[in-house]
């Protein structure tokens, strides 16, 4: 089924690579005029270039999420130039791994700022214009992080649990006001993503280089993923369309896990 979207107005932050450019890709396919965002302005140009390319509607704006002004900023562009809202993808974000022991302060709140600061900016500065057309779709990106621990990931396990009970929060409060807006969250599993290289860090290890990251990627699907295999960026994109569309009209505050079965184990 074509046009599942169709001249819907997206937002994903994030967007200029992994799963940020698949869930632009895929909801450009299916009719959506997409605004990617980002930090990272080479690559967000070129998504919106080949999105354009492939027959999408697509705009790239340049946005640090961490910042309130900048929210201000790209949602009033928005309603400029399109005069609406319909979906947000809080997608943005970045994983730091380390001891408690010794993790500079700063890394723990630098994860803070982009993973959960920028989506309560987010949600914050979107409903508002969401509401002025009846409603919308907010799809806040959690992990199977923010539903089990990780020994050597505590700082993103925190903002990524904090991510989906604040969802939950949202969609009650959007509920109770009668606004049409549903809010929910996703959990991807070990999805290959560029994100895995700040998880892993970089560099040798002692006299040994360090693994590439798809064959360290692969050690851990045969290790804990039941499906036996590792997930793609179109896979979550796939569930983010399916809550961006009118298909999930009757899902609020719900975790959508996308993981091959990592988090039941």
Known sequence: ???????????????????????????????????????????????????????????????????????IDVV?????????????VNNAG?????????????????????????????????????RENGGGSIINMSS???LKGSAILAGYCATKGAVRLFTKSVALECAAAKDGIRVNSVHPGIIETPIWDSIMGTGDVGDNARPPRPAVLDAMTLEGVPLGKKGFPEDIANGVLWLASDESRYVTGAEIVIDGGFSIK
């Not at 869930?23 to 997409?34: D, K, M, S, T």
């Not at 009033?76 to 809202?85: D, E, N, P, V």
């Not at 791994?97 to 500065?125: C, E, I, R, Y």
């Open 1 to 71: 089924m074509a046009g599942r979207v169709e001249g819907k107005v997206a937002l994903i932050t994030g967007g200029a690579s992994g799963i940020g450019r698949s869930c632009a890709e895929r909801l450009a396919q299916e009719g959506a005029i997409v605004v990617v965002t980002d930090v990272q302005d080479d690559k967000g140009a070129q998504t919106v270039a080949d999105i354009t390319a492939a027959g999408g509607k697509a705009s790239y704006l340049p946005h640090d999420v961490t910042g309130e002004q900048p929210w």
């Open 76 to 88: 009033a562009a928005i309603k400029a130039q399109h005069g609406r809202l319909d979906i947000l």
């Open 144 to 146: 199977v992080a923010g």
């Open 94 to 130: 970045i994983g730091l791994s380390g001891s408690v022991l010794t993790m500079p302060l700063a890394d723990f709140q630098k994860q803070t700022a982009v993973n959960l600061d920028g989506v309560f900016l987010g949600v914050k500065h979107s409903i508002p214009l969401m």
